[in-house]
């Protein structure tokens, strides 16, 4: 069986998740995409929702900039020190 894929970072603000996915080319680049979800209980089992309510979206939008500042900082820092 493949190995299943672990994220490269993971922003959880309550019941909302911003789960960061890194991704590589054949050229070594580096880019990320964000996944971001709503968990729920159905009948005891923990689920993801990719749909949100209305008092989730102002945590939705927290959860999403601090997925942006975390890919940022790691990008930001990778070009500074290949540029010495």
Do not use: C
């Not at 309550?14 to 050229?27: D, L, V």
């Not at 990719?50 to 990778?78: G, K």
């Amino acid at each position: 069986m493949a190995e299943k894929k672990k994220p490269a970072h993971e922003v959880r603000l309550g019941r909302i998740r911003a789960t960061i996915w890194a991704n590589q080319s054949e050229e070594s680049d580096t880019w990320f995409n964000v996944t971001i979800s709503r968990l729920y209980k159905d009948e005891g089992e923990w689920r993801d929702a990719e749909s949100f309510r209305r008092d989730d979206l102002p945590i939705v939008i927290r959860a999403a900039d601090m997925a942006y500042n975390w890919i940022w900082t790691r990008q930001t820092a990778n070009s500074d020190s290949s540029e010495e």
